[in-house]
Nanobody, 124 residues
Framework: QVQLVESGGGLVQAGGSLRLSCAAS????????MAWFRQAPGKEREFVAG????????YYADSVKGRFTISRDNAKSTVYLQMNSLDSEDTAVYYC?????????????????WGQGTQVTVSS
């Protein structure tokens, strides 16, 4: 079992940056692929970025490629999402996920474990 707690969301102006963190409990963190998803009001949850269990492979949705960077620290059981050049289209609740499976280089499907989400609001 894995429990996930996100932090780092907030209000930022367009063009600004935020860094999200997701702290995991449980001893198996280093065996899970991890991912970030987001859900904007009135829209379906969508994949944002993912990273393999070793950190050797990363995956990004086309909409965030070049602006967002996912990383992980297995010693701290934490995954990060550095978000730069934010715009209003990035406004959403961001969810951390453990156990994601890569479908293509730009998409993963969510695994079994989800965090509670953290709100990111970008003002224009």
């Amino acid at each position: 079992q894995v429990q996930l707690v996100e932090s780092g969301g907030g209000l930022v102006q367009a063009g600004g940056s935020l860094r999200l963190s997701c702290a995991a409990s449980g001893r198996a963190f280093s065996t899970y692929n991890m991912a970030w998803f987001r859900q904007a009001p009135g829209k379906e949850r969508e994949f944002v970025a993912g990273i393999s269990w070793s950190g050797g492979s990363t995956y990004y949705a086309d909409s965030v490629k070049g602006r967002f960077t996912i990383s992980r620290d297995n010693a701290k059981s934490t995954v990060y999402l550095q978000m730069n050049s934010l715009d209003s289209e990035d406004t959403a609740v961001y969810y951390c996920n453990a156990g994601a499976v890569a479908i293509t280089t730009v998409k993963m499907i969510g695994g079994r474990y989800w965090g509670q989400g953290t709100q990111v609001t970008v003002s224009s």
